[in-house]
């Protein structure tokens, strides 16, 4: 499962947080979660470290000489990066760079500096389960940071980039875990993560969780000194919270149901994440039955906040459909997240923003097709996510970076 984490086959955000995969001949609305990468539930998908910086450091325009730092690296003559053209509807984009090219790519977050991303990659005859890779913000540098075993998800920084996190089964087994089964409908698995730390390079890896069961789903705090996490430790897919070091662990949710993608706020004083608690009595026996066969169903999840000690929860999204991702804009006053709520199928999704108590949802994206898995470089100049613009093939989810305008 897992969503940055984080549901469905794109999130695992993490297939921990969406995990929601790509496939544009199925119809119904839970299939057509199938569209997201699984990575995670998510997770929620997810990135720590945000500041309160202004939206365009220095006021400086395109191609000046003061320009970002992260733009300069883009626009560079050496940059491998591909400028695409927005689309109709991209209104808040000034321009869009093209940073992977095929396979499934997602879950790609910033270092706090902003110069560095770290995302998930599977691709056929290369790469066959999710392992974690790191890159230059223009695409350049790429390589492979987890051990090449098992399957993967959530990479994350620290706030220093001194160590990277991420989820893995790798302890477990070489191999890939197997595919979920889906005769009950679409569904993704709840694999027996740990999470790990390492260096950068991927060198000095190091466990954190040694709980039976799942463990994913982690971002961090600004401060680097907290962990927040899904776990099954306690029987249900809760959010927990530890120190940086796997210590003194917490649990901040207790509804039963699915918790998970969650990501503190620039400040650290607030946590948002991605929810489902079933209410009918045969939705509850459903979710028991599949959470104990190690599945969850994830066609229906709202977007809550809640005070970084778990107190104060409170619900943003009421709409029944698939909400997922959601990270907070660096001003720390709304949170960007994707979703399916404008398509009665379920099969597309789009990028939206909240306020962040609750009022003024837009629509961000009206690409037809998966664009899923936003995160504010620190500063609120640049927007990665994952996105199904100009695939090749059914499925192929790659890493694109906008230039945000207000």
């Known amino acids: 499962m897992a969503a940055r ?28 979660l199938a569209r997201l990468l699984l990575f995670v539930a998510g997770a929620t998908l997810v990135g720590a470290a945000c500041s309160r910086q202004s939206p365009r ?15 300069l690296a883009l626009d560079h003559p050496s940059s491998p990066a591909t400028v695409i053209a927005p689309e109709a509807g991209d209104e808040h984009f000034a321009r869009i760079w093209q940073l992977t090219h095929g396979g499934q790519n997602a879950e790609a977050y910033f270092s706090a500096d902003g110069q560095r991303l770290i995302f998930q990659r599977r691709q056929a005859g290369v790469v066959e389960c999710d392992q974690i890779h790191t890159m230059d913000i223009n695409g350049a540098n790429r390589r492979l940071v987890s051990t090449g075993e098992g399957r993967t998800t959530c990479g994350f920084f620290f706030p220093g980039a001194e160590r990277i996190l991420y989820s893995s089964t790798h302890h477990l087994s070489e191999r890939c875990p197997p595919a979920p089964d889906r005769s009950r409908g679409y569904v993704w698995p709840i694999h027996e993560y740990d999470i790990f730390t390492a260096r950068p390079d ?4 190091r466990r954190l ?14 401060d680097g000194r907290r962990i927040v996490f899904t776990s099954m430790r306690d029987g ?28 503190f706020s620039p400040d650290g004083t607030m946590i948002v994440y991605r929810a489902h608690h079933p209410g009918e009595p045969g939705e509850l026996a459903d979710y028991r039955g599949l959470r104990d066969a190690g599945l969850v169903r994830p066609n229906r999840v709202e977007i809550f906040v809640m005070d970084a000690d778990g107190s104060n929860k409170r619900q943003l999204t009421r709409n029944g459909a698939a909400n997922f991702a959601p990270f907070f804009h660096p001003n720390g006053r709304q949170i960007v997240f994707s979703s399916n709520v404008h398509d009665r199928t379920g099969r597309a999704f789009s990028l939206y923003m909240i306020d962040v108590d609750g009022s003024n949802l837009r629509r961000i994206t009206h690409h037809d097709g998966f664009d899923g898995f936003p995160m504010f470089s620190p500063d609120g100049v640049l927007l990665v996510f994952g996105s199904s613009r100009g695939a090749r093939e059914q499925g192929e989810i790659n890493v694109f970076v906008a230039e945000w305008r207000e």
């Open 5 to 32: 984490g984080a549901l469905p086959a794109v999130g695992r955000p993490h297939e921990p947080a969406l995990h929601i995969a790509v496939n544009h001949r199925l119809t119904s609305r839970s299939r057509g």
């Open 57 to 71: 450091a220095g006021g400086a325009e395109p191609g000046s000489a003061t320009a970002h730092p992260g733009l």
């Open 202 to 205: 991927g060198s000095d890896l």
């Open 209 to 222: 969780t040694d709980a039976a069961g799942y463990d994913a789903e982690a971002t961090i705090s600004p």
């Open 236 to 263: 249900d897919l809760d959010i927990y919270v530890m120190d940086a070091e796997g210590r003194n662990v917490r649990r901040l949710t207790h509804e039963e149901g699915y918790d998970g993608g969650a990501v």
